[in-house]
C-alpha cells in the first residue's frame, strides 16, 4: 500500500499525465489553419488545451482571440529543443508545417509516443515510420485535409459500398478545385483567384501526366494539359473543366483497384480557365528553371514581350494573338487583359524566374479581397457493372467559404484534420501506424461530423 | 666527355624520344573519326606512327588497313595503368571518346607533358586544368570538329576582318546543319538521316532557349521552338530552316561581343521537317523522363495512340491530325507515315523512355544507307556598320559525303582535328593552356589546310 506521500506524488504525475494528454499542438498558424484552429478552440469545453505554435508568434495570436483557451506561441522548427519538449507533452500535433517538415516532427511523435495528423501526401520518409510507429501504437494519420484528404474518404465510401454490394467498378474519375462563389467578383473574366499556395498554382501540372483509360495507359505532356480538358455538369452549379493531375496510377494500388478500366484525378477549373493559362504554358511563362535578365525594369508587358519575335512595330497583343492563334478579341486575349499582363506597370521583383514572375503580377489582381467568397467543389464519377449492367453514381461536394478569412479552402482542408485529431484523443480512431483516411474505421467518423458541420457529399444514381 | 657506352645509352634515349615525339595516339574509334584516321595515316610518310585505340579491338583495326603504318589496339579508358601509359608515351593525343571521359585524359596529358585536341565543348574541369597546361607548355586544343569548331574558326575569321577594317558588328546569326545531299534518297519526305549521334537528334532543344535580338532577351521554351523557325535562302541550294539552338548567349564573352544587338545560333533543317518533328514534340514522344507501360508489345501505332485520347471508333491518324491541327493530306502527317509511325509494326524494344522508343522507331528508317550520301551546310550572316553605313556578309560552307562510311559529318568534325594535331605537332601551333580555335593564330593555318582538302567557307558581300 502506498503511503500518504507516495499517494500525492502519484497524483501529481496523475496530473501531468491527464495535462498531457489533452493538450492539442498545431504547428503552423498560417492562412490555411484558420478553419482547424477555430474547430479546436470551439470545443475547448471537451477540456483541451490548445497550443498554437508559429514561427511568426503575431500569426499564431491572430488565430487565438484572448478570451479563447488558446495559447500562442513563437514556433521554430529548426529550433532542436524547442520542438522536442513541445512534441513530448503533447497529446497528439496537427502539423500545417510545409510538408517537408512532417518527417521531422512525425520521428519525435513516434518517440514521444504522440499521435500526429497532417493534411499532406505520405512521403517516403513518412512512410519508412510505419513499423516503429505501430510498435509504439501510435497513429500518425496523413493526407487528412481536402485533397487529398476528403477525395480519399468519399471516394471510399461509395468504392466499399460498390463492392459490398458485390459489384464492380470499372470506372472511377474524381475531381476537385479550389475556385471563386458564383457571386465573387463578378467582373473577374477567369472566375479565379488564389485560395491556395499561389506557387503551387502556377507549376501546376508540370512533368508528365499519366493514366489510364479503358485499360490503355495514356500520357500528357505538360505543354498539352490545359488542351485536354474534359468538361463535366454538376446540375445547379454549371459547366466546369478539368484537367488531369499527374498522379492518377498511384492511386490504383492506394485504393485497391488494380484492375479498373479507367482512372483519372482531376482539377477543375471555370470553363474557358485552361485555354487562357495555356497561354501562359505556350508562351514558357511558367518555366522555373532558369533566371531571367533585367527583371528589375521589366512590366507586365516586357515580360509577356520577352516570350514573342521581335518586331517593333507590331503591338504585344497582336503578336501573341497570332503566335498563339487565338482572336484579338477572344475569351483568352479578354482574360489576359483583365489580369493586366498588357499593362505598362513595373513588375516589382528584382529577380525571378518566369514562374516566379508571372505568380507575382497574377497575384495583383488574383488576391481575395476581403468580401471574396471562395468555393470548392469536388466531383467523382463511379462507374460499376451490377449483375453485369453498366451503372453510374455521381458524388459532389460543393463548400463555399464566408470571406477571405473563412475560407471553404480552410475549412475543407481544416476541418478533416481537426476532427480526426479530437475523434484519436478520444479514443474513437485508433489505428496505429501510418495511415490515410481510406479505412472504413477512420472515414466513417470523419465524413459523419463532416455532414453535421455541412460538409457533405450529394450522391446520385445517375444511371 | 661521355665514353662509349654513355653514348649509346644517350642515342637509345633519343630514339625513345624521338618516338614517342612522333607518336599520334587517337582514343575512340567509332564511326566519326574514320575521316580523322584516313588523314591522319595519308600524312604517315612525315614519319608519324598512329595509334589508334578503341574499346572494340575491330572498331580500330577497322579503321587501320594492314598495309599502313597505322597500330590498332584495345583500350579501356577505365583501365587506370594502359591509359596513363599510353598518354604518357604519345606525342599528342586526339581524343574522340565520349566528352564525359575528356577531362580525365587532359588531366594525365598535362601530367606527362602530351599535347591533346578534342573536338568536345570545353568543360568546367577541362577549363580548371589551364593554369596547369600553361606552366607545363602543353596545348589542350578543344572544341575543333565541325560545331563547335569550323563554326568559331569561319566566323572569328570574318569577324577580325571587319573589327581590323574598324567596322563594328551589330548582328551575328550562324546556322549548322547535317543534312542528306540533295541526290540521296530522293523519296524520303524528312530530307534527313541520322548522321550524328541519333539520341542527340532526338533530344535536340529541350530545356530553354535564350537569345537576343535587337538588345532583347529572347526565351522560347521547347515545346515552340519547332514552331519558330528562321528560312535561309542559300543560292544554289535554296532553303534551309532553322531552329534555335539553347547557348547563343554564351557566345557572347567567347566571341568577345558583348555590344552586339543581335545574337542567334541554330540548327539547319530541310523546310518542312521541324512542322513535323513539332508533331513528335507536342506529342510528347521525345520525352526523356520516364518509362513507358507495356513496351514489350507496342507497335509504332501503339506509341502515337498512347500520347492520343481514347476513342476506339476513330482511327490514330485522325485523331493525331485533328489533335494537331494538321490535315490528313498535310506534309506532315505524310513524314510520318513515310517514317512508319502508324504501322503495326513492333518496335523491338522491352522497355525504354518515349525518347528512346521514338529514336528506335526512326533508325528504321532514318539510318544512312551504303550509298546515301549526307551534306554539311554551315551559314553565318554578320551585319555591321561600315563608315555608319549596315554591312551584311554571308559565309557559306557545303560539304557532300562519298557515302555512309566517309560521310561530310565525318570529314568536317574529323579533318579540323586532325590538322591542328598535326600543326601542334610540327610546332605550327604553339599555344599553351585550354584554348578553343578562336585565336587568329590557331584557326589560320586549320582553315587554309581545311580550304586545300575542299572544305571552305564562300564568303559573299550581300550588301
Known amino acids: 500500500m502506498p503511503n500518504k506521500l507516495d499517494k500525492s506524488f502519484i497524483l501529481v504525475a496523475l496530473d501531468i499525465h491527464l495535462d498531457h494528454m489533452k493538450t492539442i499542438l498545431v504547428l503552423g498558424a498560417g492562412r490555411s489553419a484558420t478553419s482547424l484552429i477555430t474547430y479546436l478552440l470551439g470545443h475547448a469545453s471537451d477540456g483541451w488545451k490548445v497550443r498554437i505554435g508559429d514561427y511568426s508568434l503575431e500569426s499564431a495570436r491572430e488565430k487565438c482571440p484572448p478570451q479563447s483557451s488558446g495559447e500562442a506561441f513563437q514556433f521554430d522548427i529548426h529550433n532542436e529543443s524547442q520542438r522536442e519538449q513541445e512534441i513530448a507533452r503533447a497529446g497528439i500535433v496537427i502539423s500545417m508545417l510545409p510538408a517537408r517538415f512532417h518527417p521531422l ?16 501526401y505520405v512521403s517516403d520518409e513518412m512512410r519508412a515510420l510505419d513499423a516503429d510507429a505501430r510498435k509504439k501504437g501510435v497513429t500518425l494519420l496523413n493526407e487528412c485535409g481536402l485533397d487529398p484528404g476528403i477525395d480519399h ?9 460498390i463492392r459490398h454490394a458485390g459489384s464492380q467498378l470499372i470506372g472511377f474519375e474524381t475531381f476537385t478545385g479550389g475556385l471563386l462563389a458564383p457571386d ?27 493514366f489510364i483509360q479503358e485499360e490503355k495507359s495514356k500520357y500528357i505532356p505538360y505543354h498539352r494539359l490545359f488542351r485536354r480538358t474534359e468538361q463535366v455538369h454538376i446540375p445547379g452549379y454549371g459547366y466546369f473543366e478539368g484537367y488531369a493531375n499527374r498522379d ?8 485497391g483497384l488494380r484492375d479498373i478500366k479507367t482512372m483519372y484525378r482531376g482539377t477543375f477549373r471555370r470553363p474557358g480557365f485552361c485555354r487562357a493559362w495555356n497561354i501562359f504554358v505556350q508562351l514558357g511563362a511558367t518555366d522555373d528553371t532558369y533566371e531571367m535578365e533585367a527583371v528589375g525594369d521589366m512590366t507586365h508587358r516586357d515580360f509577356i514581350n520577352s516570350f514573342l519575335s521581335y518586331n517593333p512595330s507590331d503591338s504585344v497583343e497582336l503578336k501573341l494573338a497570332h503566335y498563339m492563334g487565338v482572336d484579338l478579341d477572344g475569351p483568352e486575349m479578354y482574360r489576359l487583359k ?43 464519377k463511379f462507374i460499376y457493372l451490377e449483375n453485369g449492367v453498366q451503372k453510374e453514381i455521381n458524388s459532389t461536394l460543393i463548400a463555399v467559404g464566408d ?11 481544416g476541418l478533416p484534420a ?36 455541412g460538409f457533405n457529399m450529394t450522391e446520385q444514381q445517375v444511371n
Open 248 to 255: 492518377s496510377l498511384k492511386y490504383l494500388d492506394v485504393y
Open 403 to 413: 470571406d477571405s478569412r473563412s475560407t471553404a479552402m480552410s475549412k475543407t482542408v
Open 184 to 210: 465573387a467578383d463578378q467582373e473577374n473574366p477567369w472566375e479565379y483567384k488564389f485560395t491556395w499556395n499561389p506557387r503551387n498554382v502556377v507549376l501546376a501540372g508540370q512533368g508528365i501526366v499519366k
Open 338 to 380: 483583365w489580369a493586366g499582363m498588357f499593362d505598362d506597370t513595373k513588375i516589382g521583383l528584382d529577380n525571378g524566374t518566369p514562374a516566379q514572375l508571372l505568380e507575382h503580377i497574377l497575384k495583383k489582381k488574383w488576391t481575395l479581397k476581403e468580401e471574396d467568397k471562395d468555393m470548392i467543389v469536388m466531383w467523382h
Open 153 to 161: 474518404m468519399s471516394a471510399m465510401k461509395v468504392i466499399d459500398k
Open 105 to 120: 516532427v512525425a520521428t519525435l511523435c513516434v518517440q514521444h509516443s504522440v499521435n500526429l495528423v497532417t493534411a499532406s
Open 418 to 453: 481537426g476532427i480526426a485529431a479530437r475523434l484519436i484523443m478520444e479514443g474513437k480512431i485508433d489505428q496505429p501506424g501510418v495511415q490515410i483516411p481510406i479505412k472504413k474505421e477512420i472515414y466513417d467518423p470523419i465524413l459523419q461530423e463532416l455532414a453535421e458541420l
